[in-house]
């Protein structure tokens, strides 16, 4: 029977920002000083967002830790991490905004680690030709969300919290409004407004061992998705090289890549410092080749080469899988990771919550001995395809920004990259909306057909007899996408991952979740299982179309990147049969004025001949 | 480790509630969010229980274990004795939503009252600049992950009741960090003593006792607050020098 849309409360703002983890403060704060209404919608509490979780730092040229810094170097790093399948225009405008970005943090209230002349300090990542990552300690997600958040205390936001998303209204093709629920009592409620920002983050959920946290389901993939948005590069899917092995309930937690940056070497079972024996050709003239020359990096020799744990994540990722499969892995099934050398008290001042995590959960004291560690699903460089300079979906009045859209990070995400993305477009996604709305000042309308359809879909959960364990199914669908579409793939599993999540989605309509609507977690497991199979699906079938190994795609039965592949990203969206229809959409020529300065060598950057 | 364990519960709402016992199977190095965990997936799948992280960061999983305020997410099974039962129950200090969910709305409205951070003008080149060793307390209390248990243990708002007359140490150390920062022009020392209620505490130190993140925030944060107080409204001296020469506005 349809609910009276009447009787269901009814929030309106001019722009409603979803989420609010870093992209969707960055966002709402940027609306407010545009002069927009604005209303924040999460699940969570304010400043629980999967945010508080980075841990190294945000990277951005501002050229403190070393002179020679500056955005083309970045620009140059970001582009090779993301073996060329980024979007360039996405990653000029971030890696020549993230300075301004991270001083404004700083003017906001954020309190970085200092160098010696009393600026902002910078650490070395993976990837990156120079120390780049503002960092506080290895706690700088919890930085930057508390200076966010304490910031947009102060900026007019209506905060809706532990309110979760069910889908979007659209009118004529613009979105529209919001349909969610809140948690505490399970009441329905609709938000209108005139633009929407999706700030929902990734969707490691779906995977059996993540540093993911419960709030990662991919809920704005499936809403956008639904409304007609194209997912882009769906498959790439970054495992993090290092999160914890053990003991087995905090398996995939992460370790940050800190402390690689801060010195750490990785063993195998042997005692061999393996990393050496997997420097890929592209990075082999910027790596150390041998252990000395490592060691004189790490102590400050700029003529010297990085050391090659700190290759870009997919490689050092593949690297532990591979040691561990021909049986040179760690106690646990990892790799040893070293960092007691720098001694007690440097690594309680740079790693501090490294220590305590070790400490109080696998009793492991690492300024003493080393850490096991192995892959853990990490990051989605996929997802919803924006425009590059407004952060608009193809769904007008729809935007995306942070790790919920697609562009930056192409086939491989580098460490540092996420939280200056988070500003950077968050920040642009603010200023779209409010030249969307500027441009289309009325309120949209309310369709109350689609708007009970949702609530439908919702209540079916809630109102069966019975059915299956909603908990059950989330579990069987982890194993299998660990199983089939994990960081080696190939053909055969992709196929038997693709039909487990087609067996599953016929179950999940049939999913049971018992008590009733107030603050019932196996409710809210129940519909997030919507969104993770469809993320699922879309990884899947991406990786099954993309035959080829690039970044963190890895193709056992195609190895090594394809010149071909190099011209196309891959494009998901809803076919008009209600079906997942997949294509492969041309990137077009590079842009020559870019395309210069990413396929320079480092010696002519230096030189300053680009 | 035994394989099985005890959880015993406090399932109910605002209105009334008992405690409920569950016996699942464990795993090696297991938390109690995971026994919590395993009873929604095997016994009781509405039991409310908030969690994010799972990994000690978020701030969550907040709640009292056998008596201790805790992070569940943090709190391992072999902390307790081996086939002992282990009782949970949501924070004492705030009212109960339903279960393990506590409605803690009250601290959110106790971050809007302080002033926020007001740094001057920013230099010419672009750069503000502060030294490491001016900015290492600011960071300690920046460590703060929000997850209350110092206030739920905080006896002027758990046993007094007095929510309406002290911040609690969660935002003392907030004002603190805001004082204490080398760029902050602001001058909240007279908010401090007459709307955060920093004459309330009385230094018992549970508050600092039960900080997932070892911040010492009594030694550190609310007493140097009190005494920045006191220097101000009850030092005789700055009281005559203000008096004669209107100084000492900003000690």
Redesign the interface.
């Known amino acids: 029977m349809p609910t009276d849309i009447s009787e269901i409360d009814t929030i309106t703002h001019d722009v409603i920002v979803l989420g609010a983890g870093g992209a969707g403060l960055r966002a709402a704060i940027e609306c407010s000083r545009q002069g927009l209404d604005c209303g924040v919608v999460c699940k969570s509490l304010l400043g629980k967002a999967h945010t508080v979780m980075a841990e190294g730092g945000a990277a951005a040229a501002l050229g403190n830790a070393d002179k020679r810094d500056n955005w083309k170097f970045h620009f140059r790093d970001t582009m090779r991490g993301a073996k060329f399948l980024n979007q360039w225009r996405m990653a000029e405008l971030h890696a020549k905004e993230a300075p301004d970005r991270i001083r404004e943090l700083e003017a906001w209230g954020a309190v970085f680690d200092r160098t010696k002349e009393g600026l902002i300090n910078q650490r070395n990542f993976g990837g990156h030709r120079y120390p780049r990552l503002a960092h506080v300690g290895d706690r700088t997600g919890l930085e930057l969300i508390r200076t966010l958040q304490d910031k947009g205390v102060h900026s007019g936001l209506s905060v809706h919290m532990e309110c979760t998303a069910l889908g979007l209204l659209t009118d004529g093709g613009r979105v529209s409004g919001l349909v969610c629920y809140w948690r505490e009592t399970g009441r329905f409620v609709i938000f209108r407004a005139k633009a929407i920002i999706f700030a929902t983050g990734g969707f490691g959920k779906a995977w059996r061992i993540t540093s993911n946290s419960w709030e990662y389901t991919g809920d704005g993939q499936r809403m956008a998705y639904d409304v007609g948005a194209e997912l882009m590069d769906m498959e790439f899917t970054q495992f993090h090289p290092t999160g914890m092995v053990w003991p087995p309930s905090v398996a995939g937690i992460l370790v940050t890549e800190g402390v690689r940056g801060e010195g750490g070497v990785l063993r195998n079972s042997e005692g061999k410092r393996f990393m050496f024996e997997y420097i890929p050709e592209r990075f082999a003239p910027e790596t150390a080749d041998s252990e000395e020359e490592a060691q004189r990096w790490l102590d400050g020799d700029d003529s010297s080469r990085r050391p090659p744990e700190l290759l870009t994540r997919d490689v050092v990722a593949r690297a532990i899988y591979n040691e561990v499969k021909e049986g040179r892995g760690s106690k646990h099934g990892g790799a040893y990771l070293n960092i007691s050398h720098r001694g007690e008290a440097y690594i309680k001042k740079k790693l501090p919550s490294m220590y305590h995590q070790f400490k109080e959960l696998a009793e492991v004291d690492i300024t003493k001995e080393p850490m096991e560690v192995g892959p853990t699903f990490h990051y989605a460089m996929g997802g919803i395809r924006v425009d590059h300079d407004s952060q608009m979906t193809n769904v007008p009045g729809l935007f995306a920004c942070g790790e919920c859209a697609a562009g930056l990070h192409g086939a491989n995400r580098l460490g540092g990259n996420s939280l200056s993305d988070l500003l950077v477009f968050g920040r642009r996604a603010g200023l779209g909306a409010k030249e969307f709305i500027d441009a289309n000042p009325d309120l949209p309308a309310l369709d109350e057909a689609q708007a009970n359809k949702i609530l439908d879909w919702a209540k079916a959960p809630l109102m069966r007899e019975s059915g299956e364990n909603p908990y059950v199914l989330h579990d069987e669908l982890r194993d299998a996408m660990t199983a089939h579409v994990g960081i080696w793939r190939d053909e055969e599993g992709l196929a038997a991952g693709i039909e487990v999540i087609e067996q599953m989605r016929a179950r999940v309509a049939n999913v049971k979740a018992h008590g009733s609507s107030q603050y019932n977690p196996s409710w809210s497991e129940a519909l997030d299982l919507d969104s993770l199979l469809l993320c699922a699906e879309a990884v899947a079938r991406g990786a099954k179309m993309r035959q080829e190994s690039r970044g963190a795609h890895s193709r056992v039965d195609f190895q090594g990147e394809r010149e071909e592949w190099g011209k196309y990203n891959i494009v998901i969206k809803k076919g008009d049969d209600g079906q997942m229809s997949i294509e492969r959409v041309d990137r077009g020529e590079d842009p020559p004025h870019l395309a210069k300065i990413a396929r320079a060598t480092l010696e002519q950057l230096e030189a300053g001949d680009v | 480790m035994s394989r099985q364990r005890t959880l015993r519960v406090w399932r109910g ?1 605002g209105s009334s509630g008992q405690f409920e016992e569950y016996t699942c199977d464990v ?5 109690v969010l ?1 026994l919590i965990h395993q009873v ?2 095997h016994h009781a ?16 999983c907040s709640m009292e274990i056998n008596g201790k305020p805790k992070l569940s997410c ?1 709190t ?1 099974l072999s902390d307790y004795e081996e086939g002992a039962v282990i009782q949970v129950q949501p924070l004492k200090t705030f009212p109960i ?3 393990l ?1 506590t ?3 009250w601290n ?1 409205r106790q ?2 009252r302080i002033t ?2 007001t ?1 001057p003008q ?1 230099p010419e080149d ?7 060793v001016d ?1 290492d307390r ?2 300690e209390f ?5 997850c209350f248990l110092c206030q739920d243990t905080c006896h002027i708002l758990r046993d007094h009741e007095k929510k309406e007359g002290f911040v609690g140490p969660r935002f003392m150390i907030r004002v603190a960090q ?1 004082e204490m ?1 080398p760029l902050d022009t602001v001058d909240r020392i007279p908010a401090t003593r007459d709307e955060y209620g920093s004459g309330m505490c009385n230094i018992t130190r549970c508050c600092t006792e039960v900080c997932p993140e ?1 911040i010492n925030i009594t030694d550190n944060g609310i007493i140097p607050m009190k005494e920045r107080v006191v220097d101000r409204f009850y030092d005789p001296v700055t009281i005559v020098l203000r008096r004669v020469f209107g100084w000492g506005k900003r000690a």
Do not use: T
């Open positions: 709402d795993d090696e190095g297991m938390v995971d929604q997936k799948p509405d039991l409310a229980c908030r969690w994010n992280c799972k990994a000690g960061k978020c701030g969550s943090m391992r939503i339903k279960d969910a409605d803690v709305s959110f971050n809007e926020p951070f740094p920013l672009g750069d503000y600049r502060m030294q490491q900015v600011v960071q920046r460590k703060c992950i929000e805001l920062h070892h």
